[in-house]
């Protein structure tokens, strides 16, 4: 009888094979992207918290986020990085709607879902280190004073001031981001993009670095620091396209 089954033409016990094939392989799936998410989680509180212990942030003041999918994880609003366990895990979608977690977004989700929508970025890191919102509050680009401008896609623009958290800074982030993978926030900050987290914050780490040369090479009196011209940062643009390790 169980052999008259299987060789049936009306395809019902087949389809009840393809059916508990078919779950066991979305079952796969399902498992494979929850551990997908959870790696990033980790990869993603580690990163939170580097910017704390490299100084860029003070308590919870910046946030970092990172995509899979049109999936968003994120660092939650108020929440000490220190603190965040697997538990913790928060995520959004590319629309700002909550769909992992119970713990509120940060509160500068606009910027970082402004960023997704518009670049090719997989990793924001926000944060407010001290020489780079110093800069950002002298003048509207930071001069390049050094080659590794060039990595940031040219000389770092400042975004006008608008409140934290509002899509008036969103949209001023966007704009001195053209062209660029990293800005500053006008009285607030810096944020930079990357393929990976490991890039946005280098990325952020190397802006901070630049801002604090500018700073230390400007307050030397009665001298003016000298300054790459835009040829000069084309070429070394070039040669950073094969900077690295190939594989």
Do not use: F
């Amino acid at each position: 009888m169980a052999e008259a089954l299987r060789n049936t033409d009306d395809g019902h016990q087949g389809g009840r094979q393809d059916a508990r094939q078919d779950g066991g392989q979305r079952d796969v799936r399902q498992g494979d992207a929850r551990q997908d998410q959870a790696r990033l989680w980790a990869e993603l509180v580690a990163t939170a918290r580097r910017t704390v212990a490299d100084g860029l942030v003070v308590g919870t003041s910046g946030n970092v986020s990172v995509r899979v999918g049109d999936l968003v994880l994120v660092t939650p609003s108020g929440v000490p990085y220190d603190r965040l366990t697997p538990d913790d895990i928060t995520g959004v979608d590319l629309t700002g709607r909550q769909v992992l977690g119970t713990l509120a977004p940060t509160s500068e989700l606009p910027m970082h879902l402004a960023v997704y929508r518009t670049t090719d970025a997989r990793a924001v890191v926000h944060t407010h280190a001290v020489h780079a919102t110093a800069v950002s509050t002298l003048v509207p680009e930071l001069p390049p004073v050094h080659y590794m401008t060039a990595a940031l896609g040219g000389p770092v623009r400042v975004a006008p001031y608008a409140t934290y958290g509002s899509e008036e800074l969103a949209e001023n982030m966007l704009h001195a981001l053209a062209g660029r993978s990293g800005c500053l926030l006008q009285n607030h900050g810096t944020i930079t993009y990357g393929a990976t987290l490991d890039q946005a914050y280098d990325r952020t780490a190397q802006l901070e670095w630049m801002c604090r040369l500018w700073l230390t090479a400007s307050s030397v009196p009665g001298l003016t620091p000298s300054l790459l011209t835009e040829a000069q940062l084309t070429e070394v643009g070039e040669r950073l396209k094969g900077y690295g390790q190939r594989r």
